[in-house]
């Protein structure tokens, strides 16, 4: 089901009020959506895909208007059901009789809501909306939620009469879920113009989401499932992020796009960070990259546009990858790939590498394994502690997984030396894998 019409009639207010979410950015500005979105709604027992379009015709302050209604067209085309909504308080204008037009011509069935009908200068103009020629009509407010109800109910029942199966979207992944058997999210993330959503589209394989060499372009955070040698994995791209104070000097819109950003890494289990190979990782590179290490994230760093920059020197790559590494040590564990969205070359690695990540983190090592592990380690380089008193190691155990976590039982110590704590990790990740998965270390003193 689609959501259509102008711009600033409340389509995203709208989409927000049926998900139960704030997936959509709202803002008193023309043209603030770009980009698709599609969220799952779950209403009186069944399930439905419903999306957010940019606005069409009308006037709008976006340069990039016009890239934005061919998305909505391609959104439209592809819909069950069309859902009209106009902005009661303008009252009827000729964008909404040439929107009309153009959804009449698609052959889908059609509804008409008004918005913001909790003005009373919108219950009076409801009348000439009539004359659309559209049954029913539904008066709303998306932002107080009156009249939704109603219209969900009715939008249920035209998909149920076009044969149309809906079922109950299944639950997310518990997050001890085995990988194999759960969807991995994957959050693109980077900063603006690297390139992220030309990754995401060759990775889909279809232009789902908008593409412009203006920075900035992607606003929302666009989640879209795709199935990958019997994989369910879910790329959300994501907005791109400048550092704070140009952020802060960009308005709410951008503020916004950035925390949806966060947000996405948060909730992520696997952190593709984008960077602009002909530019070079850049210290924002290293502060996005920071976001996902101490989320416990996995990461895979995509070195993106390397088609600019092969045919340098020989050992470009090399001392590409070790300018990255020396600028984020604390990224030492993710694996470098060196892709071009723009030809393809070496696109498909990218989903195998996450799905190893994603695997990664989640592995848990058997508690006898670790103890041997540990007794080797320690017995050829004991631990060391900022105190004076020796310390011993008497066992180890693995108290989660994504990210791995171990906790290691000491005869004194509460902490061990930060080289030391370092040293663990190298050998953990050495002996057991956790590929692009920061590892988790705690130390406690054994009781007696």
Known sequence: MVLAGRPNVGKST???????????????????????????????????????????????????????????????????LIVLVADGREGLLPGDEQIARELRSTGRPLLLAINKTDDTRAQKSALEFFQLGIDPVFEISAEHGTGVAELLD????????????????????????????????????????????????????????????????????????????????????????????????????????????????????????????????????????????????????????????????????????????????????????????LTGERAGKVLETIDKVAAARRTRVPTPALNKFLAEVTAANPPVSPGRKHVRILYAAQIGVAPPSFVFFTNVATTFHFSYQRFLVNQLRQRFGFIGSPIRVQVRRRSK
Do not use: C
């Open 14 to 80: 709208l989409f927000n009020r049926m998900t139960g979410s704030r997936r959509a950015i709202v803002a008193p500005i023309a043209g603030t959506t770009r980009d698709s979105l599609a969220r799952p709604v779950v209403w009186r027992g069944v399930g439905f895909q419903v999306f957010d379009t940019g606005g069409l015709f009308g006037a709008s302050q976006d340069p990039l208007h016009e890239l934005v209604v061919q998305q909505g067209k391609r959104a439209i085309a592809g819909a069950d």
């Open 154 to 341: 009715e939008i249920v029942k035209r998909l149920e009469a076009g044969g149309w199966k809906l079922e109950e979207p299944s639950p997310g992944p518990s997050p001890q879920a085995p990988a194999s058997d759960s969807e991995v999210r994957i959050a693109v993330v980077g900063r603006p113009n690297s390139g992220k959503s030309s990754l995401v589209n060759r990775l889909l394989r279809a232009e789902r989401v908008l593409v412009s060499e203006m920075p900035g372009t992607t606003r929302d955070a666009i989640d879209v499932p795709l199935m990958w040698h019997r994989r369910r994995f879910r790329i959300i791209d994501t907005a791109g992020m400048r550092r704070p104070g140009r952020v802060g000097r960009g308005g709410k819109v951008e503020m916004v796009s950035v925390a949806l950003a966060k947000e996405s890494i948060a909730d992520a289990d696997v952190v593709a960070l984008i960077i602009d190979a002909n530019e070079g990782a850049t210290d924002q590179d290293a502060a996005i990259g920071g976001e996902a290490d101490r989320a416990g994230r996995g990461v895979v760093v995509i070195a993106n546009k390397w088609d600019l920059v092969k045919s340098q020197d020989p050992k470009f790559a090399e001392k590409f990858d070790e300018n990255l590494r020396h600028g984020m040590r604390f990224l030492d564990y993710a694996p470098i790939l060196h892709v071009s969205a």
